[in-house]
Nanobody
Framework: QVQLVESGGGLVQPGGSLRLSCAAS????????MGWYRQAPGKPRELVAL????????TYSDSVKGRFTISRDNATNTLYLEMNNLQPEDTAVYYC????????WGQGTQVTVSS
C-alpha cells in the first residue's frame, strides 16, 4: 500500500513563497507520474504541476507557469512544489498525487494567501 503525506502549507501574504513536500512510502511499482493538484472552495480539483516519470517530462498549468516549480528526490521518494509570488487565487487545498497502476492521493495541505 502506498501512502502520501503532504506538508508545508500555511498562511502567506501575497507575493510570498511556500514549499510543499510530499513523502511517499510503501511499495511503488510502474510509477507513471507524480504531481500536485489543488482544490479551491466550490471549484473542482485542478492540475497544478505534473512529472511524467516515464517520459521525464514536466508540465504546469498556465496559471502557475513561471511561479511554481515541481521537483522530486528519487533517493527519498519525496515530491516538492516550490511556490513563489503567491496570489490570493492560489488559495486552495493542495494534494499530492502518484499514479502507477492505481491512483494515490495524499490527505491535502491548506495554502492560504491573504494580507
Amino acid at each position: 500500500q502506498v501512502q502520501l503525506v503532504e506538508s508545508g502549507g500555511g498562511l502567506v501574504q501575497p507575493g510570498g513563497s511556500l514549499r510543499l513536500s510530499c513523502a511517499a512510502s510503501g511499495r511503488i511499482f510502474r510509477l507513471t507520474s507524480m504531481g500536485w493538484y489543488r482544490q479551491a472552495p466550490g471549484k473542482p480539483r485542478e492540475l497544478v504541476a505534473l512529472i511524467i516519470t516515464t517520459r521525464d517530462s514536466i508540465t504546469y498549468s498556465d496559471s502557475v507557469k513561471g511561479r511554481f516549480t515541481i521537483s522530486r528526490d528519487n533517493a527519498t521518494n519525496t515530491l516538492y512544489l516550490e511556490m513563489n509570488n503567491l496570489q490570493p487565487e492560489d488559495t486552495a487545498v493542495y494534494y499530492c498525487n502518484l499514479y502507477t497502476a492505481q491512483n494515490y492521493w495524499g490527505q491535502g495541505t491548506q495554502v492560504t494567501v491573504s494580507s
